[in-house]
């Protein structure tokens, strides 16, 4: 099997991906709220909520936060690889139906990787959605659904993968920029940033913008 080539990326990169994605954003969702997943989503989702609440109306544009893990150890070493199974290490509570009913719900991540965590994030939340629903009369149900709204940024999607495999028709889906079929280095990962960046500097022909 050949080894996957790791490229380095830097805040300012990724800063100014997320701003050049926002407008579009802001145009065709608007998001209410983002869901940002953890731990990779923590900063894109902060980052754009800044630029979000500059462009639209939505001033009072909040973030949560959902834990899942897709990635386990390679034994004998430090790395890690993608897993089988998504565990879920945090979620929005037990009212998280509630908070998400009636809104427009942008799942935030860094990768899509293999659309697997995405797919599950997806799906849990939009069952949460369905059980609060049937808390309301059956009458209101119809329109409930029609608007609670799902979408879905990455900051970076694998080139390997069409955008829209696997998504529900729906729901929209976001890429900051499209990679090739490389491990994503983070700066947040990073324990030295100036060797980080340096690598990055190397590493540029290595992503496709």
Request: glycine share 6%; charged share 25%.
């Amino acid at each position: 099997m050949a080894e996957i080539k790791h490229v380095y990326v830097t805040y300012n990169d990724i800063h100014n991906i997320i701003r050049n994605a926002c407008p579009k954003i802001a145009a065709d969702f608007n998001p209410d709220l983002m869901i940002a997943i953890g731990g990779g989503g923590y900063f894109p989702a902060r980052v754009m909520r800044t630029f979000l609440r500059g462009s639209t109306d939505n001033k009072t544009l909040r973030i949560q936060a959902i834990g899942l893990s897709l990635y386990e150890p390679l034994e004998g070493t430090t790395a890690e690889q993608i897993g089988r199974e998504v565990i879920r290490t945090q979620w929005l509570g037990p009212n998280a139906g509630k908070l998400l009913l009636g809104k427009r719900n942008l799942i935030v991540d860094e990768v899509d990787d293999s659309r697997t965590t995405l797919s599950y994030a997806l799906s849990e939340l939009q069952k949460d959605v369905e059980e609060e629903i049937l808390n309301h009369p059956e009458s209101e149900r119809e329109a409930l659904r029609k608007a609670t709204k799902f979408a879905i940024f990455v900051v970076h999607n694998k080139v390997t993968r069409p955008k829209m495999a696997g998504i529900p028709a729906g729901v929209l889906y976001f890429a900051g920029a499209e990679v090739n079929d490389v491990w994503v280095e983070y700066p947040w990962e990073a324990s030295d940033i100036e060797a980080h960046d340096q690598l990055a500097a190397a590493d540029r022909a290595s992503l496709v913008r």
